[in-house]
């Protein structure tokens, strides 16, 4: 059997969950906020 390594498989787990925090930004707030908002939010 393989192991998957549970490093990889965490950074794929970040990328994923940033992505989809990153569409919701911008779909939500990216066309109501000036950039120096959003800028300060991060």
């Given at each position: 059997a393989e192991y998957v390594n549970p490093d990889a498989l965490w950074d794929r787990l970040n990328d994923a969950v940033n992505t989809i925090i990153r569409r919701d930004e911008t779909t939500e707030t990216g066309d109501l906020l000036?950039?120096?908002?959003?800028?300060g939010n991060h």
């Open positions: 000036p950039p120096c908002v959003e800028d």
